[in-house]
């Protein structure tokens, strides 16, 4: 199990200092992050840390799979991505995924930090969609009874993680069969400037570069979806919460699909942005990702 770090402030009055010294910051043992997995008997768990070339440190994922399978089966993987402020974690604590991993799934959860997923215009060490597209699928089906093929690949994200879902299925069509987006921040890349929410905006601009920048053309779903050949893009699967401020963007970005006839189904339902609504679309996200996965190229 991984440990996460607190930050500390560096220069604080003595008696803050002090205070936070004795509460556990600096140099004391780190906190564990809470962690309950909501698993069923038919599933096994295993969290991993390897080595990741495109970022050139070590990172975690989670990984649930079937408790039992035959030898020599090769079964389909599923990756699933987590929303800002989230972590690996997140899926097995907050969802009932692990029990689509039942009849015959590979579920993998890897490490996301805040990074959309995405090659960093600010930071070129943070190759964050390299990262999961070269390190993590290589380094799963080369330790696991993994299938090959984009026929045997799905990738499903929330918030953040919905974005980066849409978004590297869309630019990397090879790779994946299927992809969803359950309330995807389809929009971050072309959010204007907010004065309002200056941090957020600062942020985002470290990560996709200033207004008009190449990288915000290259990971702008919007773009994409108008340049992009429909034909070869992975099946998308796309929902969000009616009582959302994201239900304007995704019906902008669902209705140049419509246009432009990608495969897709969109849905909306009340909800707000929380896992209590995504989970609720789970059975039905499944379902159609079984129905895509296995098919002839």
């Not at 309950?36 to 991993?48: E, G, N």
């Not at 972590?87 to 097995?92: E, H, I, K, R, S």
């Not at 929902?239 to 239900?247: H, K, P």
Request: aromatic share 10%; charged share 20%.
């Amino acid at each position: 199990m991984s440990n996460v770090t607190q930050p500390c402030l560096r220069v604080l009055p003595l008696a803050l200092t002090l205070i936070l010294n004795l509460s556990g910051c600096g140099d004391g043992p780190e906190k564990p992050q809470p962690d309950h997995p909501r698993l069923t008997p038919l599933v096994t768990m295993a969290d991993v840390t390897f080595e990741s070339a495109s970022l050139r440190r070590r990172m975690l994922y989670r990984l649930v799979m079937p408790a039992k399978i035959n030898p020599g089966k090769k079964l389909p993987v599923v990756y699933l991505l987590h929303g800002g402020g989230g972590g690996y974690l997140d899926w097995t604590n907050y969802s009932d995924a692990a029990k689509f991993a039942e009849p015959g799934l590979i579920l993998v959860m890897p490490e996301g930090d805040s990074s959309y997923y995405t090659n960093s215009a600010g930071r070129p060490e943070d190759r964050y969609e390299d990262y999961i597209v070269k390190d993590v699928i290589a380094e799963v089906e080369s330790r696991y009874p993994a299938g090959p093929g984009r026929q045997n690949r799905a990738i499903v994200g929330v918030s953040m993680g919905g974005y980066g879902a849409v978004k590297i299925a869309m630019k990397h069509p090879e790779l994946f069969a299927f992809a969803a987006g359950l309330s995807p921040a389809v929009d971050v890349p072309t959010r204007p400037f907010s004065i309002k929410r200056i941090s957020q905006w600062r942020f985002h601009s470290s990560i996709f570069g200033p207004a008009g920048s190449q990288t915000r053309r290259e990971n702008d779903p919007y773009a994409l979806a108008l340049t992009i050949d429909p034909a070869t893009t992975p099946y998308l699967f796309v929902t969000c919460g009616e009582q959302e401020g994201l239900l304007p963007a995704n019906r902008k970005f669902a209705a140049i699909l419509a246009e432009r006839k990608f495969a897709y189904e969109f849905h909306t339902a009340r909800g707000d942005h929380n896992w209590m609504q995504w989970n609720a679309w789970l059975p039905e996200a499944f379902e159609s990702l079984q129905r895509h996965l296995g098919q002839a190229e």
